[in-house]
């Protein structure tokens, strides 16, 4: 089975620090990708990535930057957390098809 | 600009038989994928659509009109498991692997 695996499921941090939020998959997918889900706007993507340091911005790429060094893994960098960043963070994987395995989630509150 | 829409809730009984609308507009289009997520859940995958018609599997269907740019998630034999939120996702948006959720369905499942 795909496994997509986030570092943290839950996380509170105070305004201005800087947070990290980590993403593994095991299947070797090419494309992983963050996004944040906030009741009543679904998930709004922030950033995606098809290849090793590759990425692309997604709707909402302002306040975050990414970082994919090996084809595994994907983080988001959160540079200096407010409190409207504080939301639900989920990451996918898929190869190349309109099928993405999503990871359990991370719930981040910021204070 | 890009932009999905879908009713925000709808409610249904067990048995019956119930019809998730997707209209879209993007700049280029690749497929249309339909999610399921449970409350405090993951996101999964139920159907992907990349040419017109519908697809089956089981009790779920998904139907696509590219030239409409228009899809449904097709539900029968409904059952209270069955109630959660479903989303459905354009694969486009000037990238062959960006995928951009809308807001989302809730499904209410009653006896």
């Known amino acids: 089975d795909v496994k997509v695996t986030q570092s943290s499921r839950y996380l509170v941090k105070r305004t201005g620090e800087k947070v990290f939020l980590e993403c593994v998959q095991d299947?070797?997918?090419?494309?992983m990708f963050w996004y944040r889900q906030d009741p009543g706007l679904g998930l709004r993507l922030i950033y995606f990535?098809?290849?090793?340091?590759?990425?692309e911005k997604g709707d909402i790429p302002e306040g975050y930057s990414v970082s994919r060094e090996k084809k595994e893994r994907f983080s988001l960098i959160l540079e200096s957390a407010s409190t409207n960043q504080t939301s639900m963070y989920l990451c996918?994987?898929?190869?190349?098809?309109?099928?993405?395995?999503f990871g359990e989630g991370s719930r981040l509150t910021v204070l | 600009g890009q932009s999905l829409e879908q009713p925000s809730e709808v409610t249904a009984v067990e048995g019956a038989i119930v019809q998730i609308n997707c209209t879209y507009q993007?700049?280029?289009?690749?497929?249309l994928s339909w999610y399921q997520q449970h409350d405090g859940g993951a996101p999964t995958f139920l159907s992907y659509?990349?040419?017109?018609g519908l697809e089956e599997t089981g009790r779920f269907s998904s139907f696509l009109s590219r030239s409409d740019s228009y899809g449904y998630l097709l539900l029968q034999e409904l059952q209270m498991k069955d109630s959660a939120s479903y989303f459905c996702?354009?694969?486009?948006?000037?990238?062959?692997?960006?995928?951009?959720f809308g807001t989302g369905t809730l499904l209410a499942v009653q006896p």
């Open positions: 996702a354009v694969r486009g948006g000037g990238a062959t692997n960006k995928l951009i």
């Open positions: 996918a994987s898929s190869k190349n098809t309109g099928e993405l395995f």
């Open positions: 299947m070797d997918h090419e494309n």
């Open positions: 659509n990349a040419l017109d």
């Open positions: 990535s098809y290849d090793v340091k590759m990425k």
């Open positions: 993007t700049s280029g289009f690749y497929g």
